[in-house]
C-alpha cells in the first residue's frame, strides 16, 4: 500500500522516525472506540492501546479520521494497537453537540476544507460564518462549495449574498444534473491532498464524493418534499481514496455546530477594520459618538445581523479576555505544542 496517495509526506516521514519498532498508519473510520485504519500492510481494524487510553486527558488526545498514527501487532490476526498520534497539521474541532462541555476532533490533517451548503432551504449565511470561523482556525484553507443549485431561482443574488461574508474564499456553484462542476472540484485535488467535505445533513455532501469516485460508493437519499431539506445519510466519518489521487473525508451532518475555537478576525476581518476606526478604543458600539461601526450599519456597509453574529461568536469563544497573543499561543500549545515545534512544522512543509 502507498502511503503516499494517502498524503503522506516529509513532515509526518520526520516524526514517524521517533517511533522505533512501530509501524505508521493512518485513521481512515472511527466507530466509537474503534477504527479502521490503512498501513503498508492493507486496511485493519484497531484500537487504542491501554497506556494510551490511560495517559489520555480529553477526547483531543484520542485519534480521529485523518490521524497519521503508530501501531503494533500488524502481523497478527486480531485487531492492531495505536501505541501514539503524530502531531496534527491542521484539525477541525467543534464544541460537542447538545450540553456536552466536551470537545470533538471532526477531521485531521487536512489540506482543504469544502464547507457544503445547499441553495434551497438550508442556506444561512450566518451558519456559514460560523463554519468559516472554525475552518480558518483549523489551519486548512476553507472552500465554499453551494448545492442543489438546480433548486434554486434566485442563484446570483445568493451567491452575492456569500460573497459579501466570505472575502477571500474560494465558491463552487454545483448541481447533481450538471457533471462539469464535479469535473472542475476533481481538478482541485491534487494526488497526496486530503480534502474534508462539511456542513448540514442532506447538503449532497455524499452525492458529490461519488461523483468524484465516479460510483455510487455511498449512500444517499432524495429530499424530502415536504420540506425540501436532504435526509441524513452517512453516519460516521470515513477517509476515501480518490481514482484520480488524493483523499477525501466524508462526514455525517451536523445539526449543530457549537464553537470550541475559532478565528474571528479572519472571518469578519470586514467588521475588525471598521471597530478600528471607532473613536474610543473601548466603544461598546451601542450609541456612543464618534463609533465608526453603527455609522457603516447606517450607511449599510455592513449589515446589522452580521455585526449581532460577529459579537455572538466571539462572546462564544471569550474573545473579549483574550488579546491576540494569547490567542495565537493557546491554538499553538494545542495542536502543536509550542511556538518553537509550530516553526519547525512550516520549514518542513516549504521544503514540501
Known sequence: ??????????????????????????????HLNLYKIVCENGERLANVSGKFRY???NVLDYPAVGDWVMVKDVETRGNVTIHHIL????VFVRQSAGTSSNVQVVVSNIDIVFICMSLNDDFNLRR?????TISWDSQAKPVIIL????LCKNIESKILEVETISIGVEIFICSYKDDSCFEKLKNYICEGQTVAFIGSSGVGK?????????KDFIKTNEIRESDDKGKHTTTYRQLILLPSGGVVID???MRELSIYSGDVSKTFEDIEEIVARCKFRNCTHSGESGCAVRSAIMDGIIEEDRFINYKKLKRELGYHSMNCRQREQEKLNRMFGGKKVFKEFQRNLKKR
Not at 496517495?5 to 472511527?30: C, D, H, P
Open 128 to 132: 456559514l460564518e460560523r463554519y468559516l
Open 1 to 30: 500500500m502507498d502511503l503516499k496517495k494517502y498524503g503522506f509526506n516529509s513532515y509526518f516521514e520526520q516524526e514517524s522516525k521517533m517511533y522505533e519498532g512501530f509501524v505508521l498508519a493512518r485513521v481512515i473510520e472511527q
Open 55 to 57: 495517559l489520555a486527558i
Open 147 to 150: 448545492t442543489k443549485s438546480d
Open 206 to 214: 455524499s452525492t458529490i464524493i461519488n461523483k468524484l469516485i465516479g
Open 87 to 90: 502531531k496534527r497539521s491542521s
Open 251 to 253: 462526514t455525517p451532518g
